[in-house]
């Protein structure tokens, strides 16, 4: 799996659009981008994913950029619930390939 | 969607005991699994995969004698912590990935295991 960069560490003010980037330089042309969170003492949750073109859910908005090399994940109207640390993840989209998980950036949503 | 029980939620252990953890799918069947430990303020690391009917494949420095995996089912794994040791103390998390699942919709994770030897 391709590597992922992420700060460590960033604060949104609730309400605020949150959002999050992933720098994945050397993403092949089969992986996709996964981003998953995790609130504090409990299992990852999945919250979005894309190939190129930009995603939306009813949870977040992922933004990749032309070249792939880098993605933003918006939280568009972060609430204190939204604390915590999410994860950017690259890789292929077939069989069961397993997810490799990178340091993420810890969200705390300031009320 | 896709539910992982994971038991126990937490567990405390005397030094030198064994934990079995197990993690089900309840509404689905997966023929693989994998096991997750994270340390405090750290990021979860893959300990195993694990295959229904076959041996579990085990990440680089994971000892398969001391971290056993049991897949007997499509719809459960368990893993057992052996002869525990403080240092084996973390949160252990599962997770499982619908067979019939296209893309990445089928990757479901337990609540984790806050396992914890004194």
């Known amino acids: 799996d391709a590597k992922t960069t992420q700060p460590t560490s960033m604060d949104c003010a609730e309400g605020r659009a949150a959002n999050l980037p992933c720098n994945h330089s050397t993403i092949s042309g089969n992986e996709y981008v996964y981003w998953y969170r995790q609130i504090h003492s409990q299992g990852p949750q999945y919250i979005i994913h894309?190939?190129?073109n930009n995603e939306t859910n009813e949870m977040a908005s992922l933004i990749i950029t032309e070249d792939r090399k880098s993605s933003t994940l918006i939280l568009p109207h972060a609430t204190l619930r939204d604390t915590a640390v999410y994860y950017c993840?690259?890789?292929?989209?077939?069989?069961?390939?397993?997810?490799?998980f990178g340091t993420g950036t810890r969200l705390t949503i300031i009320p | 969607g896709a539910v992982v029980s994971q038991h126990p939620s937490w567990v405390i252990c005397k030094s030198g005991t064994s934990v079995k953890i197990e993690c089900r799918s309840l509404d689905f069947q997966a023929t693989t699994m994998f096991w997750y430990r994270q340390f405090p303020k750290q990021s979860l690391m893959l300990m195993a995969t694990?295959?229904?009917?076959?041996?579990?494949?085990?990440e680089q420095g994971v000892e398969k004698d001391k971290f056993l995996i049991n897949h007997a089912s499509l719809t459960l794994s368990t893993l057992t912590v052996t002869s525990a040791h403080p240092e084996d103390s973390s949160f252990y998390i599962c997770?499982?990935?619908?067979?019939?699942?296209?893309?990445?919709?089928?990757?479901?994770f337990g609540s984790g295991t806050r396992l914890t030897v004194v």
């Open positions: 993840i690259v890789r292929v989209d077939f069989g069961n390939e397993k997810l490799t």
């Open positions: 694990s295959n229904e009917g076959s041996k579990a494949t085990y």
């Open positions: 997770s499982a990935r619908d067979r019939w699942a296209g893309g990445n919709y089928g990757y479901t």
């Open positions: 894309g190939l190129k």
